[in-house]
Each structure stands twice: as C-alpha cells, then as structure tokens.
C-alpha cells in the first residue's frame, strides 16, 4: 500500500516546477482548512495559476484524500499494549481531538468517494492490535468503524447545535463557556454509546490472561 501511494506521488512529480510538491499541496489544504479549501484558494495561497495544480493531483478529492491520510499519520493512536476496550476508548479520543483541532474532518471522512492505500493501512494497524487483546477479526473491524461513526456523527452534531446557538445570540458569537459545555455533551453521547457498545462485546471477545 505504502509502494502504492509513492508510485502515486512520483506520477505528479513529471513535469512540474520545482518549487510545488504533492507534499506542499497537502500542507496549504491544511493551512487553509479541509472544510473550506477550494482550488483556486490553493493556487493564491501558494502563488500559482490553480490550473497548475491538476499537474500534481486528479482534482480536489483526491487532495483532499491525501489530506485525511496525512492527518491520520499524525494522530496519535492507543497504544497496542492497552486493552481492547482501553484502544477503542483511545481511538475514539483521538478521532474526537481531530475533529476539534480540524474543522470539517469528520464530514469530509464520512462523506469521501474513496480512501488512500496509506488511509487503509492506517485503519488495519488498529484492527490488529485489537485482535492482539482478544477481539476477533469481524468484531475488531466493526470497532473501528462503530467508533468512527459514532464519534463523527456527535461532532458533526456538536458543531451543528454551536452553530444554531450563534444565529441565536444577538452578538452572533458563542462563549467559550457554551462552547465547552457543548463539546462536553458531545463527548459525552458519543462515550455511552461507545460504552455501550463495548459491553456487548465483553461477552464474545477472548480477553487474554494479564501476565
């Protein structure tokens, strides 16, 4: 997978100026925001007609592919030596901290046409070492992507009732003190469900014996 995305990087790099790179093209997605970035924003900001930039990449989803795997790379995941509740329950902190620090991530993860190679093999790390502590391969698989959904669903909901509580407001601005009770509750309803989840899944998975 990883041969797979160089061989993919290395096809962008005929021909093109020296001074861009699919690389630098990622860093000005996440400069500019991956809710908001259009083209045309990325050609000014890096100071290049933007037709020159589909010298590098197909179009904006594939950039912006690129962009979620970059920032995946960068996250930091559980550790494989915690249990496997103690991993989802880091998974699903560390999804929820993206969100935060990225605006816009989890509408663009649910709702991208397709994943990278590196994306992929990011996601099957985590299913492994959740078979490392006793899930089975179906019941890890689905971990990870229950806990996705259910993280992206409460921040995409989180960010929708902070929204409504800005038209609301005279001023058009939230608090900060709204604001953190609103990503509290967030939290919160994504974490019982989590939990939730996870105690149906005491009862089948094959929990090693701790040294």
Known sequence: MEEERTQLIERR????????????????????????????????????????????????????????????????????????????????????VICQERPGYAVAAMSAAVVSPGYVAGAAARVESLRGRGLDAADAIAAVEVVATLVFSASIDTDRRILRRQLDSSSGEVSAEVRGLELQSGRAHYLRQINIYADGLDGTADRPVDA
Do not use: C
């Not at 990622?26 to 900001?45: C, E, N, Q, W, Y």
């Not at 690129?66 to 329950?89: F, Y």
């Open 13 to 96: 790099k005929r021909g093109r100026p020296r001074s861009l790179s699919v690389e630098a093209l990622i860093d000005a997605v996440l400069d500019d925001g991956i809710a908001t970035f259009s083209m045309p924003t990325l050609g000014k900001r890096l100071g290049v007609a933007h037709s020159g930039l589909y010298r590098y990449v197909r179009d904006r989803e594939e950039l912006l592919v690129l962009a979620l795997e970059r920032i995946s790379d960068h996250a930091s995941w559980p550790s494989p030596e915690l249990s496997w509740r103690d991993q989802v329950l880091g998974i699903a902190n560390t999804l929820w």
